[in-house]
């Protein structure tokens, strides 16, 4: 597919994807930089995760790019701040009881 196969509503499509898609970058870096992950919740975040796998799949049979291509890699994205909870989360309290 190429770029002039995109209609005005595919590209405001991947603004609206950009957009939001770009909004967890900062968590990332941020959850990443801290080692810590304290205030994001995780019932949430799982929650999303299992939305934004839906909007997936949604785009996937709709055949929509814009919707595929912005909710995998907020997909991924969330993925990897879950991820990082549940290390340093565990991490946290392994330090714990070893300091108990």
């Not at 991947?14 to 990332?28: D, E, M």
């Not at 080692?35 to 975040?45: P, R």
């Not at 929650?47 to 909710?71: M, R």
């Amino acid at each position: 597919m190429q770029i002039d196969d995109f209609n005005s509503i595919d590209i405001l499509g991947f603004c609206a994807g950009i957009f939001t898609t770009i909004a967890f970058l900062p968590q990332v870096l941020k959850t990443w930089n801290s080692k810590s992950a304290e205030d994001v919740s995780l019932i949430m975040f799982i929650l999303f995760i299992l939305g934004v796998l839906l909007w997936c799949i949604y785009g996937f049979e709709i055949h929509s790019t814009p919707v595929i291509i912005a909710n995998v890699i907020t997909f991924i994205l969330a993925a990897i701040i879950l991820v990082l909870k549940l290390i340093f989360e565990n991490s946290y309290k392994d330090k714990n009881q070893e300091d108990s």
